[in-house]
């Protein structure tokens, strides 16, 4: 069974920083593209950042330049540092991973965590 677990979501002020993580767990032989994903209350989920396992990245156009994807490998975990907060921002935000299992037999599925809230507000 594999888990991915995201944190540090939370109350900020507009202007403000937080950093989300997001650990895997279970039968993982390794793990291909991670991103992160966010849901505003009434709206459909979109993609935030993307970043494969070499490293490259992808940002969409509301937070390029404001936030930043990154991962460690050996922890199996995806960060997403977001500076400069808005009110816009404000949504339940994802992890989201293609991962390579081993057990109950090795292929590649995809996973979402259950998610994290972020609130951006005075």
């Known amino acids: 069974q594999v888990q991915l677990v995201e944190s540090g979501g939370g109350l900020v002020q507009p202007g403000g920083s937080l950093r989300l993580s997001c650990a895997a767990s279970g039968s993982i032989r390794s793990i291909e593209s991670m991103a992160w994903y966010r849901q505003a209350p009434g709206k459909q989920r979109e993609l935030v950042a993307t970043?494969?396992?070499?490293?490259?990245?992808y940002y969409s156009d509301s937070v390029k330049g404001r936030f930043a994807i990154s991962r460690d490998n050996a922890k199996k975990s995806v960060y997403l540092q977001m500076n400069s907060l808005k009110p816009e921002d404000t949504a339940v935000y994802y992890c989201n991973a293609d991962i390579w299992t081993e057990l109950p037999r090795f292929r590649l599925q995809n996973y979402w965590g259950q998610g994290t809230q972020v609130t951006v507000s005075s």
């Open positions: 970043i494969t396992r070499g490293g490259s990245t």
